[in-house]
């Protein structure tokens, strides 16, 4: 789509098409403060790409987290957590989540949207990205108990290695 070329979405700038991702077109585009990606042609138009993520780890910094009283709990530290898995480089967690592409949704871009979304967490339990989601967002996650969460890690393990081995 040569329309897309030199739009604006947010702060990025499309350069020039790039090939695929999945079944979309893909595009180069250049941040604002410099950085360049390939940024799949629906997630700009539907506003879900809208700048690079050094610059979406720098904004979830500067944000005034207004945490409504509940920044000493369990759901605040999950809120954060995530956020640091997926903009953080240094974070430990980073390879597993922003390396692999997984972001935040704008709303989770705050606390009150997360808390919005999801409210309190339930005692015993952890946010759970859906298998295969790259987009920690209200559609994809839900509170699960931690053995739950065993249970489904181990059958889908059990399914890729019989889906792999040969009958």
Same mark, same amino acid.
């Given at each position: 789509?040569?329309?897309?070329?030199?739009?604006? /979405?947010?702060?990025?700038?499309?350069?020039?098409?790039?090939?695929?991702?999945?079944?979309?077109?893909?595009?180069? =585009?250049?941040?604002? =403060?410099?950085?360049?990606?390939?940024?799949?042609?629906?997630?700009?138009?539907?506003? !879900?790409?809208?700048?690079?993520?050094?610059?979406?780890?720098?904004?979830?910094?500067?944000?005034?987290?207004?945490?409504?009283?509940?920044?000493?709990?369990?759901?605040?530290?999950?809120?954060?957590?995530?956020? !640091? #898995?997926?903009?953080?480089?240094?974070?430990?967690?980073?390879?597993?989540?922003?390396?692999?592409?997984?972001?935040? =949704?704008? #709303?989770?871009?705050?606390?009150?949207?997360?808390?919005?979304?999801?409210?309190? !967490?339930?005692?015993?339990?952890?946010?759970?990205?859906? /298998?295969?989601?790259?987009?920690?967002?209200?559609?994809?996650?839900?509170?699960?108990?931690?053995?739950?969460?065993?249970?489904?890690?181990?059958?889908?393990? =059990?399914?890729?290695? !019989?889906?792999?081995?040969?009958?």
């Amino acid at each position: 789509m040569k329309k897309m070329i030199a739009r604006k /979405f947010g702060k990025w700038k499309v350069i020039r098409e790039s090939g695929r991702k999945g079944r979309s077109i893909a595009y180069l =585009c250049e941040c604002e =403060c410099g950085q360049e990606s390939i940024v799949a042609g629906p997630a700009l138009r539907a506003g !879900r790409s809208l700048q690079c993520n050094k610059c979406k780890w720098k904004n979830f910094k500067k944000i005034n987290t207004k945490c409504m009283g509940l920044s000493k709990t369990p759901t605040y530290d999950i809120w954060r957590s995530l956020l !640091r #898995k997926c903009y953080e480089i240094k974070n430990r967690d980073f390879h597993k989540y922003g390396a692999k592409g997984i972001t935040v =949704c704008e #709303k989770w871009s705050t606390f009150k949207g997360f808390y919005d979304d999801m409210g309190l !967490r339930p005692e015993k339990h952890v946010l759970h990205l859906m /298998f295969g989601s790259t987009c920690f967002n209200k559609e994809n996650c839900k509170w699960i108990t931690a053995s739950n969460l065993h249970h489904l890690i181990m059958k889908k393990k =059990c399914d890729e290695y !019989r889906n792999t081995s040969p009958s």
